[in-house]
Nanobody
Framework: QVHIVESGGGLVQPGGSLTLSCVAS????????MSWFRQPPGKGREVVAI???????SYAESVKGRFTISRDNAKNTVYLQMNSLKPEDTAMYFC?????????WGQGTQVTVSS
């Protein structure tokens, strides 16, 4: 059974930092492209960051230079380090394994940036 569990969300002040974690099981994590998406209140889900199985990364323009995606294959874990957070970053953040292969989603973790 595939499980993807995000954690690390919470309330932070503008300019603050937060690190999200995503622990996956039930598939070969090391071979998969992993990603972070987010869904702001009342809006659609958008890609935030992607990391391939070979370490290649890409980021949404809105987070480039502030967010960093990384992975630890030994722990089946992908991280999203978020710095210089803005209120616009407030969203439910989801971890996802992307194609090739079946797409899997976690339940999400809430990030709220507010003073």
């Amino acid at each position: 059974q595939v499980h993807i569990v995000e954690s690390g969300g919470g309330l932070v002040q503008p300019g603050g930092s937060l690190t999200l974690s995503c622990v996956a099981s039930g598939f070969t994590f090391s071979s998969r492209v992993m990603s972070w998406f987010r869904q702001p209140p009342g809006k659609g889900r958008e890609v935030v960051a992607i990391m391939s199985n070979t370490g290649e990364t890409s980021y949404a323009e809105s987070v480039k230079g502030r967010f960093t995606i990384s992975r630890d294959n030994a722990k089946n874990t992908v991280y999203l380090q978020m710095n210089s957070l803005k209120p616009e970053d407030t969203a439910m953040y989801f971890c996802s394994a992307l194609p090739p292969g079946d797409r899997y989603w976690g339940q999400g973790t809430q990030v709220t940036v507010s003073s």
